[in-house]
């Protein structure tokens, strides 16, 4: 059960100061987002938000709290992922690649083709065998990041990782050592028609594997906490817009250790009750 508190951004940050150095090492201190959903129009809205605005009132806060580096889980545009829709994102958020690691995921609104083609080279982490997959592992101390690509068809809500995928990220495990494991994908872990159909296969797949400690995804434009086998499903919100009035639009500000995780929430539109609440959840061991 995660515990929910209120610090502030300072207490928050400040937490780990309070325990011994030796038992506590430095975090891996990361900004997670999701489902950007970028227009080439920038004057382009949806329930009432326009994407374009809310990225840009995002960047400097994310930049402001000087996380190690950032990530977006998918959806980074808005339907079809058309190349101006990317040129657009990476005038953007360019500036903050240059001053930080900025690892970029996939989901159903995104093209694999186009994505390369404009982003490609902006996105951090090693590239993974993995055919017509867009696979990266990323070595954060004290954790490691396994960034899965789970797009199906382009603007299909849909999403499957595939056997090839599933296979290779079983090898890896076998072949890495016992660094705690975060792995993120584009979509829900649920059993849904429009989620991650092969959800679980990676679940029964990752069961038995304890360094796997955390699966974060976003898609539902929803913030929700759960688990499965003492696996950690963390589904961040959107940034681009919500689904419902009673989902936050905004980010997280995550905290990595070896044992737990603290995830804050910056929620800027929506429902916005628990800004700045964080909760700690304890990994399994």
Same mark, same amino acid.
């Given at each position: ?13 400040? *937490?780990?100061? @309070? ?24 004057? +382009? ?5 326009? !994407? ?24 980074? *545009? ?13 005038? $953007?958020?360019?500036?903050? *690649?240059?001053?930080? !690691? &900025? ?15 404009? #982003? ?9 065998? %993995?055919?017509?997959?867009?696979? =990266?592992?990323?070595?954060?101390? !004290? ?8 797009? #199906? ?5 849909? +999403? &499957? ?7 290779? =990220? ?10 705690? %494991? ?16 092969? *959800?679980?296969?990676?679940?029964? &797949? ?32 959107? %940034? ?13 500000? @995550? $905290? ?23 909760? $700690? ?5």
């Amino acid at each position: 059960m995660p515990l929910l508190i209120r610090p502030t951004r300072r207490q928050f940050l400040a *937490a780990a100061a @309070a325990i011994p150095a030796l038992a506590q090492p430095k975090p891996a201190h990361w900004a997670l987002l999701s489902d950007t959903h970028i227009f080439a129009d920038k004057t +382009g809205e949806y329930r009432g938000f326009r !994407p374009y605005d809310n990225l840009k009132r995002v960047l400097p806060q994310v930049q402001a709290a000087h996380p190690d580096g950032v990530l977006i889980n998918g959806d980074l *545009a808005k339907l079809e992922g058309l190349t101006a829709d990317y040129e657009l994102l990476k005038s $953007m958020i360019e500036p903050v *690649a240059q001053s930080m !690691p &900025l690892c970029l995921s996939l989901g159903n609104h995104d093209d694999r083709k186009n994505f390369m083609g404009v #982003m490609g080279k902006l996105s951090r982490g090693v590239t993974q065998p %993995v055919e017509s997959k867009h696979v =990266l592992v990323l070595d954060q101390p !004290p954790v490691r990041f396994i960034v899965l690509d789970s797009l #199906m068809t382009t603007n299909v809500a849909a +999403g &499957l990782l595939g056997k090839t995928q599933r296979t290779w =990220l079983q090898n890896y495990f076998g072949a890495s050592d016992d660094t705690p %494991v975060i792995i993120f994908v584009h979509h829900t872990m649920d059993d849904g028609d429009n989620s991650l159909l092969d *959800a679980d296969r990676l679940l029964h &797949l990752t069961r038995g594997v304890r360094k796997v400690k955390a699966i974060i995804y976003g898609h539902s434009h929803a913030y929700h906490y759960d688990s499965e086998y003492d696996i950690h499903l963390i589904n961040i919100p959107a %940034v681009g817009y919500n689904f419902a009035d009673s989902e936050p639009v905004g980010w997280v500000e @995550a $905290m990595f250790y070896p044992d737990h995780g603290s995830f804050q929430l910056h929620a800027f539109g929506g429902n916005t009750k628990d800004d700045r609440k964080a909760r $700690m959840l304890t990994w399994r061991q």
